[in-house]
């Protein structure tokens, strides 16, 4: 009699790299679901978020992280840190390159810090690049010997399922971390917050995108009450907008996403320098 029941294998893949390359889209692409927020801001993402990938002999932890540069606060700081965090003991990272603004300095300087061994490259965003310009690209990073090397659209898709597939085969014999139906380790209240910081960076503008801090204070269905924070008097008149119209389109947005019947309050308050006291960054959960 042979045994043809596939044996259960599993793993973690961090996701690192600069900020604004595109992690978190990749992210939701391979899920098919919003998982973690997306801007065209740097530092979007702030928290370490996990999303399961469920196969029916498989199961892959994929780890969001923030975008790592050169921190400018102390929140910069934390946020390097916790990137950094996150890379150690997963079974594979992949490493995401901007391919329409070209591999840089910044990109050079991170992946001195990675092991080739268990190191992927991504080169995201070819959609719309010429193909030369991609070949180019491949053949700047090729320099460095990484495992392997996947050129892709995360906003698209293209591409993505060879990588998924090449994931899947690295994972080892391993039990089902998380629930079968689970795809998030956060709870809806984050999510809730998380999609109000995100629709406040669509109309923030130059050092308000940073300034920003979202939580749930209160949530007592259909009524959820939600902190937004800002560091200056100045930038919540901005957040509020002029008779509170900004305040109104972000709510009505939200709740869009939002289980039906949502009641959403949204309240702005100030929270002198926040970013800059590493105390009030942790009260904050970064
Ligand atoms: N054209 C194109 N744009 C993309 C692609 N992937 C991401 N983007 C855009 O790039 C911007 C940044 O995307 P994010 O997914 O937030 O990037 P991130 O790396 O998670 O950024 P941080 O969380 O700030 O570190 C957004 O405007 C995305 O729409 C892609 O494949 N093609
Ligand atoms: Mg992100």
Redesign the pocket.
Known sequence: MTDEVKEFTSGFVALT??????????L?QILDQKV??????????RHRINGVLNRESSQIVFV????ISKPRTPLGTRLNESAAEARKDVDVVCF?I?A?SGFGRGDEFLLQELDPQKTVIVL?????LAPEKIVKQLEIVSEHNFQEYFP?????GKNVTPLVDYLLAQMPPGPRWFPEGMISDKEDAFMVAELVREQLLHIAKEELPHSIATRVVSWEWPVVKVEILVERESQKAIVIGKGGQVLKKVGSSVRRSMKKGAYLELMVKVNKNWQQRPSEITRLGY
């Open positions: 790299g600069r900020p604004n390359v595109g992690k978190s889209t990749l939701n973690s927020i997306v801007s065209n801001k740097a530092q979007t993402t969001d992280t923030p975008g995401i901007d329409k995201n965003k070819i959609d719309g892709l659209s995360a906003f698209t």
